[in-house]
């Protein structure tokens, strides 16, 4: 009896724990497949500044789809640049250091010297303050 | 002819304010020179520098602060991957 109890306990728990993880992965939502594509196919880089450019000359739609992406980035900076009591600049210069370490080998970022660089599986470049 | 050239000489010799005006003529004289010196060379050169331009975004930025917001900006890329 008590052994039935604690299964239906753990059981419940179980599928709580299950419905948590997939609200959780729901909440964070991946990267639109056309933001991704681009990434991956370097038409897109991430720059020092915490914001996305175009490498080249990019599509009307890519121009729209960046600055869409960069308005949102924007507004999150903005916001947890005032809750860190940081300026929106300071806080978007932190975020553009780690988004350039971040990116996958084969995607774009732009190096201290403005120039576009292919990521490779060494360290990116970067502006000598990030961390 | 020699009355003009012995009655500037004069004014300049005995002006109280020479001094200003003196001044004042030299500035003239320098801008001549330099407004002259374009003139002849047509327009002005710049050479771009052989280095590589190293673009100091937000040179006013400090590292310490750089540092204190690493963490939190993580959690925000993290937070919004969707747009990271």
């Not at chain 1, 992965?25 to 038409?43: E, F, K, L, V």
């Not at chain 1, 600049?89 to 084969?106: D, F, M, N, Q, V």
């Not at chain 2, 010196?37 to 771009?48: D, R, Y």
Request: hydrophobic letters at 40%; one cysteine or more; a neutral charge.
């Amino acid at each position: 009896m008590k052994k039935s109890v604690l299964r239906n306990v753990s059981l419940a728990l179980g599928t709580a724990a299950l419905a948590l993880g997939g609200f959780a992965t729901a909440a964070q939502a991946q990267r639109d497949p056309a933001y991704a594509a681009a990434r991956a196919s370097g038409q897109i880089g991430e720059k020092m500044d915490g914001y996305l450019g175009i490498v080249g000359a990019g599509s009307s739609q890519l121009q729209a789809m960046v600055s869409d992406i960069n308005i949102k980035r924007r507004a999150v900076y903005a916001q947890k640049a005032q809750a860190a009591n940081a300026t929106l600049e300071e806080y978007s210069l932190t975020a553009g250091c780690l988004a350039i370490a971040r990116t996958a080998p084969g995607e774009k970022y732009q190096a201290p010297d403005g120039s576009w660089q292919t990521r490779t599986s060494a360290p990116p470049l970067r502006d000598s303050r990030c961390p | 002819m020699i009355r003009e050239k012995l009655t500037l000489a004069c004014a300049a010799a005995t002006s109280p304010k020479m001094d200003l005006g003196h001044s004042k003529r030299t500035t003239g004289a320098l801008l001549a020179l330099i407004i002259g010196s374009s003139a002849v060379t047509g327009c002005i050169q710049v050479n771009a520098p052989e280095d590589a331009i190293v673009i100091e975004l937000n040179i006013n930025i400090r590292q310490e602060v750089i540092y204190r917001l690493a963490e939190d900006a993580g959690n925000t890329i993290d937070e919004n991957a969707d747009i990271f």
